[in-house]
């Protein structure tokens, strides 16, 4: 089975910019979670979709938001960014809600 | 407090040691256990899972859970050079997921 893909894998913007990610989990997986990691915050948990539903959030400003669709595909968006959104983005899939995560390659955002 | 506190290390160890890598957590309700093994630059892989206290064993790895004193461990046997990485560990339930902030080893030749 393939893994978790993201795309991209690396981007470069620039503040006030706004950025989508994608992700598409496993194959038969219906949960897919997104997380930022930076070196001083470690991982932490943006939010969780389940069935095109979001059942989770994390503490979060408004500017991030996500969506799934109807294949269990995710994109996470990050409006008017700043220099601190720069960090690796990454989602992980797993068959049901709450379930083991399978972590995608990750998205690495570099705000300038 | 945090829900999962880690070891921080980091851990320096020669090639052929045994390592102990710990984590405490503090929501009973936390139902999945879970150990991630993060080379940089990297996602997180999934090493090992378990649902119930005791020991499951995978090679040399050896994940042990201890829920009566909310406590998991991660034993690496004959540690390799290839294992220098970070782990992190994870539990699950009561509707999130939770992470350790990780613990960057280092197997030295």
């Known amino acids: 089975k393939a893994g978790v893909t993201q795309t991209p894998r690396y981007l470069i913007k620039t503040r006030g910019q706004q950025v989508t990610l994608s992700c598409s989990p496993i194959?038969?997986?219906?949960?897919v979670s997104w997380y930022q990691q930076t070196p001083g915050q470690g991982l932490q948990f943006l939010f969780e979709y389940f069935s095109e539903t979001q059942r989770n959030k994390g503490n979060f400003p408004g500017r991030f938001s996500g969506r799934q669709f109807s294949n269990s595909r995710s994109e996470m968006n990050v409006s008017t960014l700043e220099l601190g959104d720069s960090a690796l983005y990454l989602c992980a899939s797993s068959v049901g809600f709450q379930e083991t995560q399978y972590f995608g390659p990750g998205t690495r955002l570099l705000v300038l | 407090q945090k829900e999962v506190e880690q070891d921080p290390g980091p851990l320096s160890v020669p090639e052929g040691a045994i390592v102990s890598l710990n984590c405490t957590y503090s929501n009973s309700a936390f139902q999945y256990f879970m150990w991630y093994r993060q080379y940089s630059r990297k996602g997180p892989e999934l090493l090992m899972y378990t649902y119930s206290s005791g020991n499951k064993e995978d090679g040399r790895f050896t994940a042990q859970v201890d829920k009566s004193s909310k406590y998991i461990s991660l034993f690496i046997r004959d540690s390799q050079p290839s294992d220098s990485a970070t782990y992190l560990c994870a539990i699950a339930g009561a509707g999130k997921s939770t992470f350790g902030d990780g613990t960057t080893l280092t197997v030295k030749p």
């Open positions: 194959s038969g997986h219906r949960s």
